[in-house]
């Protein structure tokens, strides 16, 4: 591996940029690590937001293991599921994470489905559990993406755009290399070097203006049932959650049709987690006027 990752536009030029790291005789990936960093920071967000808008944030430690467990193995099952023409012959390789293969709207899934499953035991609201509890996972999403930044992958087609990013050809997953990319290589140096959009970085960065929205509706806006303090409005239950589905929503739908490394549904030529993101946006839109309208009527 060269270490090399360029964005020559910018005029930028990073070294030594590994996959992993040695602290004696353990090796640590980056990947693995800013994931863990992103559950634990997303975690500490959702206890803030718990805390201020007047719920405990204890019970969030408890949903928060639950809904990791969960969306580890959601993402894993998502990824398999539209790989199986792969996984149906290697079948001792689905349990093995250390070699990727998570996919993030199956994470979504499966953390969804732990806060429903914690709202039934514990006899809480779920949307209430569900506008908190997204805060912490979508600051995740905007932490884990870098992780596809030390690995080279989750990239888009050929780019020249501003924010095109170079890849040394020998330092990326050979299927993830299209005709078009082979038809533009740049050498520099004697290395070959792929040019792609940096869809991890466009993702981050939209997710990053998703999150600030979803801070002002938490934070601004009183989501108690009593009298709301002064300067601030009362928000509906579910307003956050969907809200967050919506605009998460939107970015995917565009950001997905520019990758390359694309999870196909079965027996068609379509994206999958685009496909899955165009109806999560008229779902959600449909769910965010219902409740705006309700709360209206209230």
């Known amino acids: 591996m060269t270490g090399i990752i360029r964005f020559p536009h910018l005029g930028i030029e990073l070294t030594h940029i590994a996959r992993s790291f040695r602290i004696g005789p353990l090796t640590i990936a980056f990947y693995g690590l800013i994931i863990g960093i992103a559950?634990?920071?997303?975690?500490?967000?959702?206890?803030?937001?718990?805390?201020?808008?007047?719920?405990?944030?204890?019970?969030?430690?408890?949903l928060g293991l639950l809904a990791i467990v969960m969306a580890v193995i959601g993402a894993r099952?998502?990824?398999?599921?539209?790989?199986?023409?792969?996984?149906?012959?290697?079948?001792?390789e689905i349990p093995n994470l250390r070699e990727g293969g998570l996919a993030i709207y199956g994470g979504i899934l499966g953390g969804i489905l732990a806060v429903l499953l914690f709202a039934r035991w514990k006899k809480k609201s779920a949307l209430v559990l569900l506008d908190t509890a997204c805060l912490g996972l979508l600051w995740g999403q905007i932490l884990g993406r870098w992780g596809n930044f030390f690995n080279r992958e989750a990239f888009g087609e050929y780019t020249d755009s501003l924010f095109a990013m170079q890849l040394p050809l020998q330092d990326v997953n050979t299927a993830d290399v299209t005709q078009k990319m082979m038809d533009h290589l740049v050498t520099v140096d004697k290395i070959q070097y792929i040019q792609v959009h940096p869809t991890f970085l466009y993702e981050s960065l939209w997710n990053l203006g998703v999150l600030a929205v979803l801070l002002a509706l938490t934070f601004l806006m009183d989501p108690g049932p009593g009298a709301s303090a002064e300067g601030k409005r009362r928000r509906p239950a579910g307003l956050v959650f969907w809200s967050y589905l919506l605009l998460y929503g939107i970015g995917r739908f565009f950001i997905e049709g520019l990758r390359t490394d694309q999870l196909i549904l079965w027996g068609t030529s379509l994206p999958v987690s685009q496909l899955l993101s165009g109806i999560?946006?008229?779902?959600?839109?449909?769910?965010?006027?219902?409740?705006?309208?309700?709360?209206?009527?209230?």
């Open 39 to 62: 559950m634990l920071t997303g975690l500490m967000l959702t206890e803030k937001a718990a805390s201020a808008t007047g719920q405990d944030p204890d019970q969030y430690v408890d």
């Open 280 to 298: 999560l946006v008229l779902f959600s839109l449909a769910a965010v006027g219902w409740v705006l309208g309700r709360s209206s009527r209230r």
């Open 77 to 92: 099952i998502y990824y398999v599921a539209f790989s199986w023409d792969y996984y149906r012959s290697h079948l001792s």
